[in-house]
Every structure is written in structure tokens, then in C-alpha cells.
């Protein structure tokens, strides 16, 4: 399985950017879908999961109502809609392939397949 992210950018706050991420291999309908996000100097957290068909998710608490999941599983793709972006939302972002079918994992260990990063700089 190999997972490209890409949208990655710069914007000021109140903005928006959208990442998506195309997986390639194995059956990606099988599998829950999330993004995390690492700032630097710190350790790489949750940002939000999909389910295998999509039927639901979750955020984070600092996205929640700010940022969209979604998937389009005839085009093996994930995307991240992010709205109303804020400084604090500066990182190198990731998506990863879940090795669970359902959305309520956040550890990094609950998932095996990690694209490449991209990042997402918000100045104020």
C-alpha cells in the first residue's frame, strides 16, 4: 500500500486548504482512513478518521467544526477540507491507512501505512 498526500500550503488565518491523499494496493474500502498532523517539536497527533464506506467520523476536538473528511473510494482518494484555519494549525500533515475498519482509533499505532507528509503553514 502507498499513500501520496498533496495540497499542502500556505494561507493566513481564516483560510482554507484542502489535502488529499491517493492510496494505491490492497482494497482501500476495507480500511478506515485518517489524517494527523505533527508541529514541530511535538509528537504527532490525531486530526480526523473516516470509516471504510465513509458512513462516519471523527475529529478532534480543536478541528471539530472546522475541518471535513471525506472519501471517494472509486477513486481510492481521502480529503481534508479545512476551513477557518488558524495559526495553530501549522504542521506537517499526514494521512494514514487504519488497520481497523471503524474510526474511533487515534493512536499512530492503530495504523500501518503513513503517505509522505505535506505541509500546511498558516501565518496571522
Known amino acids: 500500500v502507498q499513500l501520496q498526500a498533496s495540497g499542502g500550503g500556505s494561507v493566513q488565518a481564516g483560510g482554507s486548504l484542502r489535502l488529499s491523499c491517493t492510496a494505491s494496493?490492497?482494497?482501500?474500502?476495507?480500511?478506515?482512513m485518517g489524517w494527523f498532523r505533527q508541529a514541530p517539536g511535538k509528537e504527532r497527533e490525531f486530526v480526523a478518521s473516516i470509516s471504510g464506506r465513509g458512513g462516519s467520523t471523527d475529529y478532534s476536538d480543536s478541528v471539530k467544526g472546522r475541518f471535513t473528511i471525506s472519501r471517494d473510494n472509486a477513486k481510492n482518494t481521502v480529503t481534508l477540507q479545512m476551513n477557518s484555519l488558524k495559526p495553530e494549525d501549522t504542521a506537517v500533515y499526514y494521512c494514514a491507512r487504519s488497520k481497523y475498519y471503524l474510526t474511533n482509533f487515534y493512536k499512530v499505532g492503530d495504523y500501518d501505512y503513513w503517505g509522505q507528509g505535506t505541509l500546511v503553514t498558516v501565518s496571522s
Open positions: 494496493g490492497g482494497t482501500f474500502s476495507s480500511s478506515g
